[in-house]
């Protein structure tokens, strides 16, 4: 009756740290995308207001070729 217990036990304590691991790295990768996904907004819109103030041409062309209707 002693192993059952002690192996029930082990099982559980496994379970939890892989749980851990597990919830851990997708928590870890979720932030990482997420921070990856503001940087690049950030960027794009600084080179958007870049282009946009520095090419006025090239931006009336950027707007015609993505706002097809």
Known sequence: MFRS????GVVALVGVVAFKLI????????F??????IKAL???AVLY????L???DTM??????WSRP
């Open 5 to 8: 217990v002690l192996t029930l």
């Open 23 to 30: 919830l851990g790295t997708a928590v870890g990768l979720l």
């Open 32 to 37: 990482f995308l997420v921070s990856f996904a």
């Open 42 to 44: 950030i960027v794009g």
């Open 49 to 52: 207001f870049i282009v946009a």
């Open 54 to 56: 520095f090419s006025p």
């Open 60 to 65: 009336r062309r950027w707007k015609e070729r």
